[in-house]
């Protein structure tokens, strides 16, 4: 239900490879750690953002989606349900694509508003879980 096939496809292959990760650390027992080890392989450019700015995989970390001074495509949320919502705004502010909440993460009151506002939204899912299925 948030996230269907085409879409999915639409946001990995065609709506641009620089990806925010936001709640990326160099904690590497975290899932966004291996996800954006996943997403680089896969072609895409990762940029952190967690309020420790920390440099992750060879990429400059940012505190937050507006302190990014470039273009980003698809913002990547690995928070908790209840702080999502307001990273998907933001995600549209900067003019981001889309915005791709992870595993466990859902708000549909920030589905709703990100879809009217244009972006393409998945919920739910993991890049790297959805990547290898594109065959």
């Not at 946001?11 to 620089?18: H, K, M, R, S, Y």
């Amino acid at each position: 239900m948030y996230g269907d096939a085409a879409t999915i496809r639409k946001i990995l292959t065609e709506l641009g490879d620089t990806w925010a990760i936001v709640g990326l650390s160099t904690n590497q027992r975290r899932a966004a750690y291996g996800v954006a080890d996943v997403l680089q392989r896969f072609g895409k450019r990762i940029v952190p953002v967690h309020p420790k700015a920390e440099t992750v995989h060879g990429e400059k970390g940012y505190p937050s989606l507006a302190a990014i001074p470039f273009q980003v495509d698809v913002v990547d949320v690995f928070v908790n349900s209840d702080l999502a919502g307001p990273i998907a705004d933001e995600a549209a502010r900067i003019g981001a694509k889309a915005v791709w909440y992870q595993l466990g993460v859902i708000d549909e009151a920030a589905y709703e508003r990100t879809r009217a506002a244009g972006l393409d939204m998945v919920m739910d899912r993991c890049p790297a879980i959805e990547i290898p299925r594109l065959g």
